[in-house]
């Protein structure tokens, strides 16, 4: 008969949720004294599914064998589910063995408006060609299917880049915002966000709207073009429009700030992270003249901008040094990062522009905020959709604990 190894069942119960379902079937085993060895459930809509895993032990002292225990066990916990309306399934899946370890745990997070059936299925069918299992799947968002977090795990070491690329392409066909996230404590354990200004916190870009204040915009936005085609640097090209925008009074600054729109979601999301006691840094190639107000306004720990140099109420057409580049930004981060005495890997960055870059490459997790191609390509995640909060998804938040956090 059978030798050594417990043996171990795996019963799952189904039907309408209601109170006390968990406790009737524990207080039957707790009875048996068996030990359980896993257990889970899913509700959606107040439709139950629990299963758990159980190991009996064989008898050592009575003749009664591992197979009768069972036997008897089995037609208690059938009788409880019947008498509660459930149904109720089982399996001996024979002498327990040790799980398996795996190795490589991740994070897969699809946001849409809804995500599709089609969407779903493309996901989970590269998730089965890299042979990842998934192990958790969970909706996140509230009220329609905007979010849906998978975590999944294998045992082999994993081609991420590869995978990376499927999913993007999915992403692209499929309008749907796909990130990828190593699993861990530091996922959950991010600590602060850096948020790039224009065309990322607000909506517009603010030297444009300078200029167009000053009536410059047409030479300025020349300037702007040039600088993106690459035949000039950024310090070049932002001397060269603030240059223009000499004159500008601190009263049309004010006007420019009182017309600044910030992004949808960005004061939710900013408020939620404050709560959660993160820090929050604004890390701009803009001005501090708007970006300090910004500080103000939401409650930002720190705000680093270009200082356009004011004499007599008016600009001077001379920025003060140093400029906030690309490689400043990415030095930045890392300065208050470790002020604040936080591993980068517990930073967030989010931004648009090819100066972002650096500083999205820097943090744990860099994420393109509906960026130019060139960024979204090169940044670690892309994020299409227009409203910020979905920022909060990444961190495994959901649509409930939100509505819990803005309460
Ligand atoms: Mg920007």
């Known amino acids: 008969m059978e030798a050594t190894g417990n043996s171990t069942v795996l019963i799952t119960v189904s039907g309408h949720d209601a109170p006390g379902i968990t406790s009737e079937l524990t207080g039957i085993l707790a009875e048996s004294q ?35 225990t069972e036997k008897a066990l089995i037609k208690d916990l059938l009788f ?7 149904k109720l399934e089982f399996r001996n899946l024979g002498p327990a063995k040790a799980p398996t370890p795996k190795a490589y745990h991740y994070a897969v997070t ?32 509230e009220g329609e299917f905007g ?26 066909q499929q309008s749907v915002d796909i990130a990828l996230q190593a699993e861990g404590l530091y996922r959950r354990a991010k600590r602060m966000v850096v ?19 000053k009536g410059v915009y047409d030479e300025v936005s020349a300037i702007t073009h040039e600088a993106m085609s690459g035949k000039m640097d950024f310090d070049e090209s932002l001397k060269k429009r603030v240059s223009k925008l000499k004159g500008l009074t601190t ?38 003249c708007i970006a300090n107000r910004l500080k103000d306004q939401l409650g930002i720990d720190f705000a680093y901008a270009n200082t356009l140099e004011i004499e007599k109420g008016e600009l001077t057409g001379r920025v003060i040094l140093p400029i ?35 500083m999205l490459e820097k943090a744990g997790l860099g994420i393109a905020f509906n960026a130019k191609p060139v960024v979204s390509e090169k940044a670690a995640f892309s994020i299409s959709q227009k409203n910020l909060r979905s920022i909060l998804y990444l961190l495994g938040i959901s649509g409930r604990d939100l509505s819990e956090l803005l309460t």
């Open 324 to 358: 906030v580049n690309a490689q400043r930004k990415a030095d930045l981060l890392e300065i208050i990062a470790q002020q604040e005495q936080i591993h980068l890997d517990q930073v967030i960055a989010i931004g648009d522009g090819a100066n972002d870059l650096l």
């Open 195 to 213: 948020f790039d200004m224009d065309s990322t916190l607000i909506q517009s870009e603010v030297i444009d709207e300078f200029a167009r204040e």
């Open 251 to 288: 009263a049309q600054i004010d006007t420019v700030y009182s017309r600044v729109q910030l992004t949808p979601g960005a004061a939710d999301l900013i408020h939620v992270l404050k709560k959660l006691g993160y820090k929050v840094a604004l890390i701009s190639g803009g001005f501090t």
């Open 34 to 68: 068996v030990n359980i060895l896993d257990i889970d459930q899913a509700v959606i809509r107040d439709l139950l599914s629990l299963s758990i895993l159980f190991e009996i032990a064989p008898s050592s002292t009575v003749a009664t064998s591992a197979a009768a």
């Open 147 to 172: 979010c849906v977090e998978m975590l999944v795990s294998t045992t082999q070491e994993l081609d991420r880049s590869e995978l990376k690329k499927q999913l993007l392409s999915i992403a692209r």
């Open 110 to 141: 699809l946001i849409a408006e809804p995500v599709s059936a089609k969407a779903l299925h493309e996901v989970t069918a590269v998730l089965a060609k890299f042979k990842l299992n998934i192990d958790v799947i969970e909706r996140l968002s």
């Open 80 to 86: 409880k589910a019947t008498e509660m309306g459930m």
